[in-house]
């Protein structure tokens, strides 16, 4: 499986290992990137490699504890260390972390859409022998989901709404139904509500074919993972009084009107969530557990050559569930 693997040379940084890209996936930022050049008020500066989730085989560990061809998950966030969020344990805040494929890191670091991949070593987290990478691939997404499960303090037994269907949203349903709450799942898509189910949804809602009245106050946690403004002002509407409201959409600049009136009334506790810290661990932890089926999160494997083709098939709003890119050694698996 790693036969074709690229030696490591000399020139692998300092702390870095070089890796050989084995499954990575395709995320909203990328498609910001690739489409508008921006994300979230950031602007490209010049080209990238986009990419920033992805899993690979150690080719040189470099002088690290990494095992050559071993299988590791890539944390994207290159954290200072030193900071004040980051003697907080609170990476996803550093004030000068790096990160790849990404307009917020100047000069610009290459993204993991390519096969060798020179990453710091102690971002890598080996995984056991028996993990599938196209389910490693998750583990960074899946990261980002469960940090806004714990921002929106998601247990078992709670009765949790989330709003958008997307590759984000079906994470965190499954990531919630792991936990044992009872989700809900809305979307404008049927086929969307579809895959939500098989995610781990008890209930599929289509949005404009259920009465308001059914959902109001009736959700302790409500996920926000569309970036629609009426879905957020459906959140508003079907947290319960004190619920919590957790924002994991990679909402962007805008302005909208918004049933603030409910915050008050109802004494709404609105949470941001960006990326993500010990949760990397948790989404690693889970995903050797095998507890969720990531085959049923999955909309189309391309190979890592056909990069564009896979953006341009995620812009067209048919893939439902993630879409993942085989690094040339795995274009057959
Ligand atoms: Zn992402
Ligand atoms: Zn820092």
Same mark, same amino acid.
């Given at each position: *499986? $790693?036969?074709?693997?690229?030696? =490591?040379?000399?020139?692998?940084?300092?702390?870095?290992?070089?890796?050989?890209?084995?499954?990575?996936?395709?995320?909203?930022?990328?498609?910001?990137?690739?489409?508008?050049?921006? +994300?979230?008020?950031?602007?490209?500066?010049?080209?990238?490699?986009?990419?920033?989730?992805?899993?690979?085989?150690?080719?040189?560990? +470099?002088?690290?504890?990494?095992?050559?061809?071993?299988? $590791?998950?890539?944390?994207?966030? *290159? +954290?200072?260390?030193?900071?004040?969020?980051?003697?907080?344990?609170?990476?996803?805040?550093?004030?000068?972390?790096?990160?790849?494929?990404?307009?917020?890191?100047?000069?610009?670091?290459?993204?993991?859409?390519?096969?060798?991949?020179?990453?710091?070593?102690?971002?890598?987290?080996?995984?056991?022998?028996?993990?599938?990478?196209?389910?490693?691939?998750?583990?960074?997404?899946?990261?980002?989901?469960?940090?806004?499960?714990?921002?929106?303090?998601?247990?078992?037994?709670?009765?949790?709404?989330?709003?958008?269907?997307?590759?984000?949203?079906?994470?965190?349903?499954?990531?919630?139904?792991?936990?044992?709450?009872?989700?809900?799942?809305?979307?404008?898509?049927?086929?969307? $509500?579809?895959?939500?189910?098989?995610?781990?949804?008890?209930?599929?809602?289509?949005?404009?074919?259920?009465?308001?009245?059914?959902?109001?106050?009736?959700?302790?946690?409500?996920?926000?993972?569309? =970036?629609?403004?009426?879905?957020?002002?459906?959140?508003?509407?079907?947290?319960?009084?004190?619920?919590?409201?957790?924002?994991?959409?990679?909402?962007?600049?805008?302005?909208?009107?918004?049933?603030?009136?409910?915050? *008050?009334?109802?004494?709404?506790?609105?949470?941001?969530?960006?990326?993500?810290?010990?949760?990397?661990?948790?989404?690693?932890?889970?995903?050797?557990?095998?507890?969720?089926?990531?085959?049923?999160?999955?909309?189309?494997?391309?190979?890592?050559?056909?990069?564009?083709?896979?953006?341009?098939?995620?812009?067209?709003?048919?893939?439902?569930?993630?879409?993942?890119?085989?690094?040339?050694?795995?274009?057959?698996?």
């Amino acid at each position: *499986m $790693v036969s074709t693997a690229p030696q =490591g040379t000399s020139d692998t940084p300092q702390g870095h290992a070089r890796l050989r890209l084995a499954v990575a996936s395709l995320c909203g930022t990328d498609l910001h990137y690739y489409s508008q050049f921006a +994300n979230a008020g950031f602007l490209l500066q010049n080209p990238v490699t986009l990419g920033h989730e992805a899993c690979a085989y150690v080719v040189n560990p +470099n002088g690290s504890d990494l095992k050559v061809g071993e299988l $590791v998950a890539l944390n994207p966030i *290159m +954290n200072c260390q030193t900071c004040e969020a980051c003697k907080r344990g609170e990476e996803n805040l550093c004030t000068s972390k790096k990160f790849p494929g990404s307009a917020t890191t100047v000069p610009h670091l290459d993204g993991f859409f390519r096969d060798s991949i020179d990453h710091p070593a102690r971002c890598c987290r080996p995984v056991a022998a028996h993990v599938d990478p196209c389910h490693l691939t998750f583990a960074e997404p899946l990261a980002c989901a469960l940090h806004a499960l714990n921002k929106g303090g998601v247990e078992a037994g709670q009765k949790v709404l989330v709003t958008g269907c997307g590759p984000m949203g079906l994470l965190a349903i499954a990531g919630a139904a792991a936990r044992g709450a009872e989700v809900t799942a809305l979307d404008l898509r049927p086929n969307a $509500v579809a895959v939500a189910k098989k995610a781990g949804a008890k209930t599929g809602l289509i949005a404009g074919e259920y009465d308001d009245a059914d959902i109001e106050k009736a959700f302790d946690v409500v996920v926000e993972a569309s =970036g629609a403004i009426p879905a957020f002002n459906t959140a508003l509407k079907a947290v319960r009084q004190k619920g919590k409201i957790a924002i994991l959409s990679n909402i962007q600049m805008r302005s909208a009107e918004i049933a603030l009136h409910l915050i *008050m009334l109802k004494e709404i506790a609105i949470v941001g969530s960006f990326q993500f810290n010990r949760e990397f661990e948790e989404a690693v932890q889970l995903i050797e557990s095998g507890s969720i089926d990531f085959d049923v999160l999955t909309a189309r494997a391309f190979p890592l050559a056909e990069a564009g083709t896979a953006l341009e098939f995620m812009a067209s709003g048919e893939a439902f569930g993630k879409i993942i890119l085989m690094g040339s050694g795995n274009a057959d698996s």
